[in-house]
Structures are given as structure tokens and as C-alpha cells.
């Protein structure tokens, strides 16, 4: 039998809305519902970043470091950090990344040299870098890879900041938010029905969402 021979298949948010709404049932969707569920949808990707790493997410940022200048500003699209490096002369050096507590004890923080740890200070707007020792030359890079912010939903002619693999997890998610919108006068059970769909949904796609690279733990030595 013949088959399509495309892979083009897109759900644009107005047909994501469509189905989630079909999935909750009851009483025709009232004008605001639109408003209503584009907001939801802002809250379940928010919901999504706070549940882990999303591969989609990450961007590698390089910022050329400045002699003396130890902090660095990051977007404001910035979550988190994942990893970075020093990148000298072509050359890319292992960083690693202190909590508040080991970046405090540090007793010279403004100690020059070619920076071996980071600090990151998560703040309402963006998150801040801190580099130790301060950067010794304006030659070095700082490589680092970066969570950024699922972006909004905006208009429901949009197509959603996620891949393909989690659509059916946005659509059993936003079926539970639409229901929880509802109030008393929806079915508990049935709630507590499309609750378990999406967690079922989440968990199929965040065990597919993963890195393939084989897992090596080698005990770092010091002397």
C-alpha cells in the first residue's frame, strides 16, 4: 500500500486547543476559553522546564572574556547553565561549577588568573556568572551551554516551542489545565483520568528526549 512520503505533519496551537478540548468534553467552550487556554499553555511549558532538561532547549553561547571582570551578564532568555568551559588559544579547559556556599568561601575573589570555576546566581531576571580567578587577559572565551525558556505561546496561529515527540504530552497536558479551569462542576474522577494521561504522556516523552552518548563515571583523583 502506498504511504504519504512526507513527514511534514504540524499542530498549530488552535488545533492543539481543539483536541484538548475535545479530550475534557462537557458544556460548548465559552468566548474567553481561547484567552483562557493560551495562558495554560504558558503555565504547562513552564511546568515542563520545571520537570528537567529539554534537549530542544539548549544553545551554546560564547562570551570573550574582559581582563579584572569577573561577572557576566546572561540573556534574559536564559534558564540555566549546563556546562561550560575556558576556551584558550584553541583549546577548551574543564571549568567546574561551585554552589553558593563554596563560591562565599572563596577569601580573594578578585584573584587574576585563567578562570577554573563558575558561580551561577539565579535572579529573577536573568541569571549572573561568576568566574574565579577574575580573568587574567580579554583573549579567553567562556563556552558554556545554556537552558533557555520554552518561548510563549502567543498567537494560536503559532506552532508550539516543542518537538514533535511531546505534542501528545501538550495535548493530554492542557486537557488536565482546561479541566482544572473548570471548577467544582467538572467530574473529579474524570480530572484525576486526565491527570494520569498526561503524566503517562510526560513520562513517554522525557524518557525519549535523552542524550544517546554512553555513560562513563571516572573518579576524579587530587593530589
Not at 525558556?149 to 503559532?158: T, Y
Amino acid at each position: 500500500m502506498a504511504t504519504s512520503g512526507t513527514t511534514s505533519f504540524s499542530l498549530p496551537l488552535d488545533e492543539l486547543l481543539e483536541q484538548a478540548t475535545l479530550r475534557v468534553g462537557g458544556e460548548p467552550t465559552l468566548g474567553t476559553e481561547a484567552r483562557v487556554s493560551r495562558r495554560a499553555l504558558d503555565l504547562l511549558f513552564t511546568d515542563l522546564q520545571n520537570r528537567g532538561i529539554l534537549l530542544h532547549t539548549l544553545e551554546q553561547v560564547l562570551v570573550t572574556l574582559t581582563s579584572a571582570v569577573a561577572t557576566i551578564s546572561c540573556s534574559t532568555d536564559t534558564l540555566d547553565l549546563l556546562d561550560a568551559v575556558v576556551r584558550r588559544n584553541g583549546t577548551d579547559l574543564m571549568m567546574t561549577r561551585l554552589g553558593y556556599g563554596e563560591y562565599l568561601d572563596i577569601p580573594r575573589k578578585t584573584q587574576q588568573g585563567r578562570p577554573t570555576h563558575y558561580f551561577v546566581n539565579r535572579q529573577r531576571e536573568y541569571p549572573l556568572i561568576y568566574v574565579w580567578p577574575a580573568p587574567e587577559n580579554s583573549t579567553d572565551i567562556l563556552v558554556y551551554w545554556k537552558m533557555r525558556f520554552v518561548q510563549d505561546a502567543g498567537k494560536l496561529s503559532n506552532d508550539p516551542d516543542m518537538p514533535r515527540r511531546f505534542w501528545p504530552a501538550l495535548v493530554a497536558g492542557l486537557a488536565y489545565y482546561l479541566g482544572l479551569n473548570r471548577g467544582m462542576q467538572f467530574p473529579m474522577d474524570r480530572l484525576a483520568m486526565l491527570k494520569a494521561e498526561y503524566e503517562d504522556q510526560l513520562l513517554h516523552a522525557t524518557d525519549e528526549d535523552r542524550e544517546r552518548a554512553t555513560l562513563r563515571i571516572v573518579p576524579r583523583y587530587r593530589y
